[in-house]
């Protein structure tokens, strides 16, 4: 069964450095999504891609957050510099229609 | 936008019994509604979802309901064992057509042997 692949799985760094994670959605999946979630509660989207295009990308805070999807298949989320607020677990989905399915997600803790 | 009520936060139930999750969303748009069970450290996994155009969808142990008038939809689980024990999501789309979710604050269900 196809699963949304993601790396790292874990990444501790220290604040005001680069962090950039990976994700690669299900084959065929023309739209991927990113969330944050912290610990206790939903996920919450940073942003929506369709094809290589943005969707929506009202709650990524984009002083310092940005992602991209070039070719329209895998995405990479990248922060600059990490806060130590942004210690989360952050999640990568995608969909080929209304059903959405979950990558392992990366934790990041930031020191 | 959308905003999706959870409750409850906890559940506690013994084993063989059944456990009731609600959600409450706003936009009467809305036309799917997932559910999705996290177990710890691990991805959130699709359990079952339900379009607006029906009441009801059971798969086995689990079912979920909505309401549409009361913009409303619970998950219902029976026969609880302890493997069901996890964190589950409710979620409801942003209206026909739109594939971003908005989801509730979750419940930590757990099922005492």
């Known amino acids: 069964e196809a699963e949304v692949a993601q790396s790292p799985r874990y990444k501790i760094t220290e604040k005001s450095q680069a962090v950039a994670f990976w994700c690669d959605p299900i084959?065929?999946?023309?739209?991927l999504y990113w969330y944050r979630q912290i610990l206790g509660q939903g996920p919450e989207l940073l942003v929506q891609?369709?094809?290589?295009?943005?969707?929506?990308d009202s709650q990524l805070p984009k002083d310092r957050f940005s992602a991209e999807r070039l070719k329209g298949v895998d995405s990479t989320l990248k922060i600059q510099p990490a806060e130590l607020g942004d210690s989360a677990m952050y999640l990568c989905?995608?969909?080929?229609?209304?059903?959405?399915?979950f990558g392992p997600g990366t934790r990041l803790t930031v020191t | 936008g959308e905003n999706v009520e959870q409750h409850p936060s906890t559940l506690s139930v013994q084993e063989g019994d059944s456990a009731v999750i609600k959600c409450t969303y706003s936009?009467?748009?809305?036309?799917?509604f997932p559910w999705y069970k996290q177990e710890l450290g691990k991805r959130p996994q699709l359990i079952i979802d339900?379009?607006?155009?029906?009441g009801e969808k059971k798969d086995q142990r689990i079912a979920v309901t909505l309401n549409k008038t009361a913009k409303h939809f619970s998950l219902h689980i029976t026969e609880t064992q302890p493997e069901d024990s996890a964190v589950y999501f409710c979620?409801?789309?942003?209206?026909?057509?739109?594939?971003?979710?908005?989801f509730g604050k979750g419940t930590k269900l757990s099922v005492i042997p």
């Open positions: 989905a995608s969909s080929g229609a209304y059903e959405q399915y």
């Open positions: 084959s065929g999946h023309a739209t």
């Open positions: 891609f369709q094809d290589e295009s943005v969707v929506d």
């Open positions: 936009d009467s748009a809305s036309n799917y």
């Open positions: 339900i379009r607006s155009n029906v």
């Open positions: 979620a409801a789309n942003g209206g026909a057509g739109s594939y971003q979710l908005t």
